[in-house]
């Protein structure tokens, strides 16, 4: 069984920027598909970033400019980098990776607070 987990959480200030790191025990040399999703209090889960292997990330348009993905295989990581962060970014953010086999995997979910 793969884990995943992220880490990088917390609480910071509107305008402020945080870096989530999304870990799987299974590397990420052959992870076809890497997401970052988030849900917020009465909100709808929703795709943050999706970053297919060979293509280009996608975005939210409410994250369009501020956030960035990314993949790093040397320390098997997944990063959301997120800047400009605004109050109705508080959510919990969670990470998907999925393998070239099909097979997907959910994190636990990291607290993400911004306050105003």
């Known amino acids: 069984q793969v884990q995943v987990a992220e880490s990088g959480g917390g609480l910071v200030q509107s305008g402020g920027s945080l870096r989530l790191s999304c870990t799987t025990s299974?590397?990420?040399?052959?992870?076809?598909?890497v997401g970052w999703y988030r849900q917020g209090a009465g909100t709808q889960h929703e795709q943050v970033a999706r970053l297919q292997s060979g293509g280009a990330p996608t975005y939210a348009d409410s994250v369009k400019g501020r956030f960035t993905i990314s993949r790093d295989s040397a320390d098997n990581t997944i990063y959301l980098q997120m800047d400009s962060l605004k109050p109705d970014d508080t959510a919990v953010y969670y990470c998907?990776?999925?393998?070239?086999?099909?097979?997907?995997?959910w994190g636990q979910g990291a607290q993400v607070t911004v306050s105003s």
């Open positions: 299974g590397g990420v040399r052959s992870v076809s598909v």
């Open positions: 998907f990776v999925q393998y070239s086999d099909g097979l997907g995997y």
